[in-house]
C-alpha cells in the first residue's frame, strides 16, 4: 500500500508569499510566487536590476524527495536565471520572519525579512560574508 504524501507544514506555511510583490532596496524590480499544482512546489517569477544588471528568472521552492527516498526535511530551492546561473537557497519562515540562507541552512550568506502585522510588506536585508549585503523591502502588489 502506498503512503499518500503531502506537502510539509514548513512549505505550505510560504503560501503567505503567493501573489506579486513590488520589491525595492539593492534590487529593483517585481516578483511572483505561485503555486504547481498539487501545492508541492512554490514558483517565483524575478524581474529584478541589481547594480545595474537585468536579471529573469525562475525559482522552484520545495522539499526534496529523490527517487526512493523519503522527503527532505528542509524547503529548498533552484533558482535558474536569464544568463545561464543556477543558486540553491534554503527558506525558513518562523512566526514573522522568513531567512532565506544561501547555499546550506546556516550559511553566513543569507536574506532575512520580516512581514509587517497585514502581511503586506516583507521588511529585512541580505547579509553578505565580509559586511556586504543591501537592504530589501517588499511590498504587495
Known amino acids: 500500500m502506498s503512503e499518500t504524501i503531502q506537502?510539509?507544514?514548513e512549505l505550505k506555511a510560504l503560501d503567505r508569499l503567493v501573489g506579486t510583490w513590488s520589491v525595492t532596496g539593492g534590487a529593483e524590480g517585481t516578483v511572483r510566487y505561485e503555486w504547481m499544482p498539487g501545492g508541492f512546489f512554490l514558483f517565483q517569477h524575478v524581474e529584478l536590476t541589481q547594480f545595474g544588471e537585468?536579471?529573469?528568472g525562475l525559482e522552484v521552492i520545495g522539499n526534496l524527495r529523490p527517487f526512493g527516498e523519503?522527503?527532505?526535511e528542509d524547503v529548498v530551492s533552484r533558482f535558474y536565471d536569464s544568463t545561464?546561473?543556477?543558486l540553491d537557497y534554503v527558506y525558513e519562515l518562523t512566526g514573522d520572519t522568513l531567512t532565506i540562507w544561501a547555499g546550506a541552512k546556516g550559511s553566513p550568506?543569507?536574506?532575512e525579512?520580516?512581514?509587517d502585522?497585514?502581511?503586506t510588506t516583507v521588511t529585512g536585508a541580505w547579509v553578505y560574508p565580509g559586511g556586504g549585503g543591501y537592504n530589501s523591502t517588499m511590498t504587495r502588489v
Open 54 to 56: 537585468r536579471i529573469s
Open 70 to 72: 523519503p522527503v527532505g
Open 7 to 9: 506537502p510539509s507544514a
Open 109 to 111: 550568506a543569507y536574506y
Open 117 to 119: 502585522a497585514a502581511g
Open 113 to 115: 525579512g520580516r512581514f
Open 84 to 86: 545561464g546561473n543556477t
